[in-house]
DNA sequence: TTACTTTTAGTACCTAGTCATAAAATCGGA
DNA sequence: TCCGATTTTATGACTAGGTACTAAAAGTAA
């Protein structure tokens, strides 16, 4: 059956949100109208045209890229870095982080946050966590930004690094960690569990 | 002056690569050679025409995007469950959950799979992480299933649900965590049927 | 000059559209 | 059921950024 035109522009919206490369004359066939119909939606809703779309998505990606290679995996976005010493990375907690019900952010983002700034701030080809004492000192919710600040402050005797990250909401502090890092390039050479290299 | 073949069709490919949203039109002038050239040198380095180079860029970071979203959800099955008491999930590490370099897994989805199970093995209507300490045994890889155990172990003075995790690659324990839990109804055991907190 | 390579020009055709106009089909209400 | 409004479809002219092909002009080396 054809759907009512609102019911077609709501799909069609949908449709291209989820697959931004495809064409009018699929979308026609898609929902049995002819392609003059689709590009009058189109226009109504104002959707841009297949090229300008694809256009959109690579110009994005092309921007992210030149963004620098190990600062693309980090959670959060690095404002400061000092290698091996200190970092600085913000964090806004949207909606997709939080618990459905009471809007607090799910503990694993905000761990994610300070871990992935552990690693960063190690000056290191290989950087892992090995061990981590955490402490989540207040619930924090959607439409809250979250800075995390991390410090590098000593190693242990097996040589790991050890970074402090402690996580702020405006002056509050809402997240403290320590991690245990290890490294590839430590001096001291220990019988440490079996390593993974490739 | 004009360069020699040889030199513009080195120098085209450097200026498509660095950025492939320039024309023909645009390469004719940059070159001063008409436009035919042009598409005789993209011709002859087997270089596509600009939209369908556009169109690799964004099929690329659409895929990206694609397993990129799922990641902030996947935190792996809940096989079995018994409401405060015990409970166990598995989480597939694949190539999205891991440094690209090493293929190792990021620590934040050990965690983020130990802590969700933590959270969902407290039957109440909110829990919350409030402590953790978490030891990454061994890494994972990707292709790898880890088999996440949670056992709730007991209560701190103040109140709180102690859970140990410990994670599983076939028989080998690759991640050990202690979380304490705060929960909204603590002395409370009622028989609430109610859904998995997401 | 001859022979060859390189460059330029021009044509027809393509896709996936744009914009504008007009006709046909469908729908809701009295 | 007819009327007017909305919605859909058709048509034509035009666009960018090409492909594919043919042909001629310009440059170069012997």
Avoid: C, W
């Avoid at 077609?8 to 949100?17: D, S």
């Avoid at 097996?158 to 403290?176: A, H, I, K, M, P």
């Amino acid at each position: 059956m054809r759907k009512s035109k609102r019911e077609r522009q709501r799909l069609l919206q949908e449709t291209i949100r989820e697959n931004p490369f495809v064409t009018d004359e699929e979308l026609a066939e898609k929902f049995s109208v002819s392609v003059q119909t689709i590009r009058l939606d189109r226009l109504e809703l104002s959707i841009p045209e297949l090229r300008e779309r694809i256009k959109h998505v690579a110009r994005q990606s092309f921007a992210d890229k030149v963004r620098a290679l190990p600062l693309e995996e980090v959670i959060g976005d690095i404002i400061d870095i000092e290698p091996d010493a200190s970092a600085i990375s913000i964090f806004d907690v949207k909606e997709e982080h939080v618990f459905r019900r009471t809007r607090i952010a799910r503990g694993h983002h905000l761990f994610a946050q300070a871990n992935s700034l552990a690693v960063a701030v190690i000056h290191d080809e290989l950087a892992l966590t090995a061990k981590a004492t955490i402490r989540f000192v207040r619930q924090v919710k959607a439409g809250e930004r979250v800075v995390a600040k991390a410090k590098v402050t000593g190693k242990t005797k097996s040589g790991r690094t050890v970074v402090d990250v402690n996580s702020y909401v405006g002056q509050e502090l809402v997240f403290s960690g320590t991690f245990e890092m290890y490294r590839s390039n430590m001096e001291k050479k220990d019988g440490d569990s079996n390593e993974y290299r490739d």
